[in-house]
């Protein structure tokens, strides 16, 4: 059984950067050989790693350390008016949370999204293998959260389950459906459903404030950073 103490890391060459173009990064994955368990995964993700697939990872960026580590603390957490509205406006919609699996319903659903949404990233262009070694294998205590609308599935949230909360790995929607605001309303069932399992945190993974992508995260406050090994307010502008 592997722990922090006997876990090896290993470190990628550098590369271009995901998220600020004008920079590279570099990145330390935990050797994929070491067995994660739940326990082990929680403390991984409260030192600020994140997983995808069966990978469990870090920036470790010599000059420059845009990516910080952020979570909700869930009973700090109040939904502003626009969050409000999210809710209500969705109150339509059937949220269901079922097991982690590859189906074609879920696959073709993906597949349009980064078609339509992503077609300039680095998941273009999609396949099945990709969403299987993304969003399916390596799981630990993952699960899925369907939105669906009169039946149909127009949203897919993919979360895992820690010791001290969810972390929120990504989130997928018909590109149709993008005035609903389906990825504020997966973060915001998370919430609840933390409250309900009576734990403390939604991790939401890396937030970079020059980065439009990560802006998202700003609107759930208060919101924690961890700063020298230590989660504290993240200070608003």
Same mark, same amino acid.
């Given at each position: 059984?592997?722990?922090?103490?006997?876990?090896?890391?290993?470190?990628?060459?550098?590369?271009?950067?995901?998220?600020?173009?004008?920079?590279?990064?570099?990145?330390?994955?935990?050797?994929?050989?070491?067995?994660?368990?739940?326990?082990l995964y929680s403390q991984l993700t409260a030192l600020g790693f994140r997983r995808s697939g069966s990978h469990?990872?870090?920036?470790?960026?010599?000059?420059?350390?845009?990516?910080?580590p952020v979570r909700i603390p869930v009973d700090r957490f109040r939904p502003d008016r626009s969050q409000r509205?999210?809710?209500?406006?969705?109150?339509?919609?059937?949220?269901?949370?079922?097991?982690?699996?590859?189906?074609?319903?879920?696959?073709?659903?993906?597949?349009?999204?980064?078609?339509?949404?992503?077609?300039?990233?680095?998941?273009?262009?999609?396949?099945?293998?990709?969403?299987?070694?993304?969003?399916?294998?390596? *799981?630990?205590?993952?699960? /899925?959260?369907?939105?669906?609308?009169?039946?149909?599935?127009? !949203? @897919? #949230?993919?979360?895992?389950? +820690?010791?001290? *909360?969810?972390?929120?790995? /990504?989130?997928?929607?018909?590109?149709?459906?993008?005035?609903? !605001? @389906? #990825?504020?309303?997966?973060? +915001?069932?998370?919430?609840?459903?933390?409250?309900?399992?009576?734990?403390?945190?939604?991790?939401?993974?890396?937030?970079?404030?020059?980065?439009?992508?990560?802006?998202?995260?700003?609107?759930?406050?208060?919101?924690?950073?961890?700063?020298?090994?230590?989660?504290?307010?993240?200070?608003?502008?």
């Amino acid at each position: 059984m592997s722990s922090l103490k006997t876990l090896v890391f290993f470190a990628t060459p550098e590369h271009h950067c995901s998220y600020l173009t004008d920079r590279h990064a570099t990145t330390m994955f935990v050797d994929p050989r070491a067995h994660v368990d739940r326990r082990l995964y929680s403390q991984l993700t409260a030192l600020g790693f994140r997983r995808s697939g069966s990978h469990y990872y870090r920036p470790h960026c010599e000059s420059c350390n845009a990516c910080i580590p952020v979570r909700i603390p869930v009973d700090r957490f109040r939904p502003d008016r626009s969050q409000r509205r999210n809710l209500r406006q969705n109150s339509d919609l059937e949220l269901r949370p079922v097991p982690a699996r590859y189906t074609e319903e879920y696959y073709r659903l993906y597949e349009n999204y980064i078609n339509q949404r992503h077609s300039d990233g680095d998941m273009y262009p999609p396949s099945r293998e990709q969403f299987s070694s993304f969003l399916v294998e390596g *799981g630990v205590d993952g699960f /899925y959260l369907e939105m669906r609308e009169h039946g149909r599935l127009i !949203g @897919l #949230g993919v979360v895992d389950a +820690l010791d001290d *909360g969810l972390s929120a790995i /990504y989130t997928l929607f018909e590109p149709s459906s993008t005035p609903r !605001g @389906l #990825g504020t309303l997966a973060i +915001l069932w998370q919430i609840e459903e933390t409250r309900r399992r009576e734990l403390p945190y939604v991790y939401l993974g890396y937030w970079i404030k020059d980065c439009r992508k990560m802006s998202y995260k700003d609107h759930f406050q208060p919101l924690e950073m961890l700063s020298d090994g230590h989660w504290q307010d993240l200070p608003l502008d």
